[in-house]
């Protein structure tokens, strides 16, 4: 089993299209804060499939382009934030929400804790629905929080299979967009400028979320907006350090009797983005290969004549 599959065997088997099943539960810790082992352990509650952001890798690492999640993704970005607002576009981009969830009766990690809003509203009239927010000590969460914006640093082998890879093209584009939840974190208005992103994400890896007092501030007005929104009765703040004994309480299940699964620490992250950046290279050189030789052919065709 790869890297990839042992952080997120479910990924296979998700339905795409209308929901057909009800979503009872939304974990909107921020990445970095045990995403991967909360969404293992909801699947050992029964709560599966469980959707986790791993899964808008998957397009990168295995190919496919057009109806992968990574697109979708990038659709819902662009109907959040670059559609003029109406109940069109509400319409549009639930659907599209539920076209990647709506076979999961449980979703967590970025990108889905970026559309927290959206799906509150689409779900919070069912009684069942309940929100986890993964806490995890600000400093701890910084640290480990870097890894993963050292990993879309604009070096030339990225910026080469942006250009050269769609599917690498569409998780990047969507990544970028989605980027503007933490704008709108911060500054409590909506971004209007591509270029402000565009500029800030290429002139120095993102400084935005590199810089330590900035980051940090997001991370906790996110955690703030949500404790703010959220019902207490529906909202529990939790980790798996606290073990299964309280997250087994607030959604009503019994208690298993194995240990709280603990996976994806920093060095598996890096170690699944090289996976994925390294399949995305060898497609891009299979494709040049390609067409080197045809014109290798051709030429000798030519000469030949």
Request: aromatic share 12%.
């Amino acid at each position: 089993m790869s890297t990839f599959d042992a952080l997120d065997p479910y990924n296979d088997h998700y339905h795409e299209g209308p929901r057909r099943v009800p979503l009872r539960v939304l974990s909107l810790g921020m990445s970095r804060t045990a995403t991967s082992s909360t969404q293992q352990a909801l699947v050992q509650l029964g709560y599966s499939p469980s959707y986790h952001g791993f899964k808008s890798w998957r397009a990168p690492l295995r190919g496919g382009h057009a109806n992968s999640d990574a697109a979708r993704w990038l659709r819902a970005c662009q109907l959040k934030w670059e559609t003029p607002p109406s109940a069109k576009r509400t319409l549009e981009l639930h659907r599209t929400l539920d076209e990647l969830l709506g076979g999961c009766q449980a979703a967590g990690d970025m990108p889905v804790v970026i559309f927290w809003r959206e799906l509150w509203e689409m779900h919070k009239d069912d009684p069942e629905f309940k929100i986890i927010l993964n806490i995890r000590n600000t400093d701890s969460w910084h640290k480990s929080w870097l890894v993963v914006v050292k990993g879309f640093t604009p070096t030339l082998r990225l910026k080469l299979l942006y250009v050269f890879d769609a599917p690498m093209r569409a998780m990047l584009r969507h990544t970028l967009l989605a980027a503007r939840y933490f704008w709108e974190v911060e500054s409590k208005k909506k971004s209007k400028s591509w270029k402000f992103w565009k500029s800030d994400s290429t002139s120095d890896s993102a400084s935005w979320t590199r810089d330590s007092a900035i980051s940090r501030r997001i991370y906790e007005q996110h955690n703030a907006d949500i404790i703010a929104t959220i019902p207490p009765e529906r909202l529990l703040l939790w980790g798996p350090q606290d073990g299964w004994e309280p997250l087994c309480t607030f959604l009503g299940r019994p208690v298993p009797q194995v240990k709280m699964p603990h996976v994806n620490d920093a060095a598996a992250t890096e170690a699944v983005w090289e996976d994925v950046l390294q399949a995305a290279q060898r497609r891009v050189l299979r494709r040049a290969a390609l067409f080197f030789g045809v014109i290798a052919v051709l030429a000798g065709w030519w000469l030949r004549a």
